[in-house]
């Protein structure tokens, strides 16, 4: 069997056991003569497979009862104007830090559905390379959202924004999500698509404190309302529930190899490969200052376009796909989530010095 090494920014590489053992029970599952896929999300089985996605969220994170742990559809994109939806009141002020295009459209969203908003700290002026430190908040901020991980530019939060404990903090962790640990309790709602770091594209977690969704605005289209899928616990209407499934699984790897400060160390040996060669020459150029720099996504550039296009295509043809950077900056970019293998950034970090030496 022929296994790539996939650098996609998602959707991505799924740990290989896990393949394997969704593959050993696609057709027939635990010896109940139907898939997942084919599987009632009412019966008693399913709801086995959702609570315990939950319950590995729960310990991963060091989740308590006071919050709710949710599987919704439509992505961080639904998120976007979800989140003004259920928790910008009128009179309040959604508070947003500009660090890149994702950031970037949850603002746009936001001012979309009419709300008023109010950009806290912006590192757009410098080409979304760094994280701002120094926030400026407006009145009546009905909260703070960040993105912690920025898949285009390659900036991640290292450390939690500093905001008033009376302000409630959101964040869009759909790159970084059980990759290291964190405070979950600094944060109101935390959301993330799953098709980066956990699972398969088809469902986006959501973490929100329940305090939190006692405040929403429950005048609000049913599927737009968080008290609807909390009530109903994500099963509202039919969730995705394949995809659920799975994540259920990668959770459970995480477990198994680790947890959360076993990947810490894993990720950071990890981009280290690719950082180091970085620091230690002038063939290749990182995009972003040092501190800021992702463990997940890591963009560069080469000395010339023509070298670009040259390396991503020697490096397909050695199996190393998704390595072109986004459309939208150009350049190369290596996305290395929690189940990329070690083995895999190696490989490129080698082939990058073969490169170099081929054609400097």
Known sequence: ?????????????????????????????????????????????????????????????????????????????????????NFCPDGKVANYVDTGAWSAKAIKEAKNIGKDVHVAASSK?????????????SENAAYVHITSNNTIRGTEYHIDPNIPADIPLIADMSSDIMSKPFDVKKYSLIYAGAQKNIGPAGTTLVIIKKDFLKTANINLPTMMAYKTHADKGSMFNTPPTFAIYVVGKVLKWIEDKGGLEGFAKINQEKASYLY?????????????????????????????????????????????????????????????????????????????????KNNK
């Not at 599952?29 to 590995?56: F, P, T, W």
């Open 125 to 137: 002026d410098k080409d979304y390379t760094f994280i701002p430190k120094e926030l400026s908040i």
């Open 276 to 356: 180091n060669i970085f620091d230690s020459s002038d063939f290749y150029k990182g995009t972003v200052v040092k501190e800021d720099r992702s463990l997940m996504n890591i963009p560069f550039r080469l000395p010339t376009e023509e070298l670009e296009k040259k390396f991503i295509a020697e490096a397909t043809a050695k199996d190393m796909i998704g390595l072109k950077g986004h459309r939208s900056v150009g350049g190369c970019r290596a996305s290395v989530y929690n189940s990329l293998p070690l083995e895999s950034a190696k490989a490129l970090s080698e082939f990058m010095v073969e490169f170099e």
């Open 1 to 85: 069997m022929k296994r790539v090494h996939i650098f996609n920014a998602g959707p991505t590489v799924l740990p290989l056991e896990v393949l394997q053992e969704v593959q050993k029970d696609l057709v027939d599952y635990k010896g109940k003569g139907l898939s997942v896929m084919e599987m009632s999300h009412r019966s008693v089985e399913y709801q086995g497979i959702i609570d315990n996605a939950v319950a590995s969220v729960k310990r991963l994170l060091n989740i308590g009862d006071d919050y709710e742990v949710l599987f919704l559809q439509g992505g961080a994109s639904t998120q976007f104007y979800m989140i003004p939806l």
